[in-house]
C-alpha cells in the first residue's frame, strides 16, 4: 500500500476536481455569479497557501518569480473563468471532458512557440480529441452551444497554463509561482467582479458553501495533495491519472445532480477520453516488450 500512495493520492487529487465541477453548478444555482465564484475561489486559496508557505515564499521570492507567476495567474484566470461561465450554458458532463482536452493542446504550444518536435501520435490525438468534442458539442444544425465554445477556450487556457508551469517550476520555486498565480487570478477576478457591477454577493447558504468548497478543496488543498505525490509519480503517469477529473465529474453530476447522460454525450466522451490515453502512454501498452536476458544459474 505504500508503494502506491503517490498513486492513491492522485486519484483522490482526480475526484476533488472532479467534485469541483459540482462545486462549480451549486454556487451558480445558489445565486454566486460565475465571476463571483472566482473571486472567492481564488481569495480563500491565495489565504489558506499564503499563509501556510509564507516562510518559503519570503525566502524564495524574486522579480522573475513573481513575473512567471503572475503569467500563470492570468492563464488560470482565463482557464477557470471560461470554464465556470460555460457552465452556466451547458451541462458538467460535457465542460468536464471538453477541458480535459487541455492534454492534447499542449505539445502544440511548444511546437509553436520554440519549435519543439511533434510526434505522430500528439497529432493523431489531437484530431481524435476534436472528433469528440465534435459529436459531443454539435447540434443537429452544426450549431454550437456558446458554453461549450467558452469551455473549449478554457481548455486552450489551461493547456497554455501547464505548458508554462512546466517551464517555470524549473527555474523558480513552485510555492512562489502557484501563490502568485492564486492572488493575481483574485485581482483580476476582483476587478472584474467590479467592471460587471456584480460586488454585491446574494446567494443561498448553499451557493456560498459551493463557493467555499471550491476555494477549500480544488484549489488549496487539491494544490498541496499534488505537490506531495506528483514527487513519487512518474510525470506521464501522474498526467494520466490527473486526466480521470472528467470521468468522475461526469460520474459524480449522475449520481449526485441526477444529470440525463445521453449515449451521443457518451460516445463523445469516450473518444476524448481515448485521446486523452493516446496522447499520454503514446500507445506504449501495445509495444512489445522486449524480453529480459535470462538470469545466470
Known amino acids: 500500500m505504500k508503494k502506491h500512495m503517490g498513486e492513491i493520492g492522485l486519484f483522490t487529487i482526480a475526484i476533488i476536481w472532479g467534485s469541483g465541477f459540482i462545486g462549480t453548478k451549486l454556487a451558480l444555482d445558489g445565486g454566486v455569479r460565475a465571476i463571483q465564484t472566482l473571486t472567492v475561489r481564488f481569495f480563500v486559496a491565495s489565504l489558506i497557501l499564503g499563509t501556510i508557505f509564507f516562510k518559503e515564499i519570503k525566502k524564495n521570492i524574486s522579480k522573475e518569480s513573481l513575473r512567471s507567476g503572475a503569467l500563470l495567474g492570468v492563464f488560470s484566470f482565463i482557464g477557470f473563468s471560461m470554464q465556470t461561465i460555460g457552465l452556466v450554458y451547458t451541462t458538467i458532463s460535457k465542460n468536464a471532458f471538453i477541458t480535459a482536452a487541455n492534454v ?120 498541496l495533495l499534488q505537490t506531495i505525490c506528483q514527487s513519487k509519480v512518474e510525470q506521464t503517469r501522474s498526467a494520466l491519472i490527473l486526466s480521470t477529473e472528467s470521468l468522475f465529474g461526469t460520474i459524480l453530476s449522475v449520481i449526485f445532480l441526477h444529470e440525463v447522460v445521453t449515449i451521443r454525450m457518451v460516445v463523445g466522451c469516450m473518444i476524448i477520453f481515448t485521446s486523452i490515453i493516446i496522447s499520454e502512454t503514446k500507445l506504449s501498452f501495445l509495444k512489445k516488450k522486449v524480453d529480459s536476458p535470462a538470469e545466470e544459474r
Not at 132 to 145: E, H, P, Y
Not at 157 to 179: M, S
Not at 192 to 215: N, R
Request: proline share 2%; hydrophobic share 60%.
Open 104 to 223: 492534447v493542446i499542449v505539445p502544440f504550444i511548444g511546437f509553436i512557440l520554440y519549435k519543439r518536435k511533434l510526434d505522430k501520435i500528439g497529432i493523431i490525438s489531437s484530431f481524435i480529441a476534436l472528433l469528440g468534442i465534435g459529436i459531443l458539442s454539435l447540434q443537429a444544425d452544426f450549431s454550437v452551444n456558446l458554453g461549450d465554445v467558452l469551455t473549449f477556450l478554457c481548455a486552450f487556457g489551461f493547456a497554455f497554463h501547464i505548458f508554462f508551469t512546466g517551464e517555470f517550476t524549473a527555474k523558480y520555486n513552485a510555492y512562489v509561482l502557484t501563490v502568485t498565480q492564486f492572488v493575481v487570478a483574485f485581482i483580476l477576478s476582483a476587478l472584474l467582479q467590479i467592471f460587471t457591477k456584480q460586488v454585491h454577493i446574494s446567494a443561498t447558504p448553499t451557493g456560498i458553501m459551493g463557493a467555499l468548497y471550491l476555494g477549500i478543496f480544488s484549489t488549496a488543498i487539491a494544490f
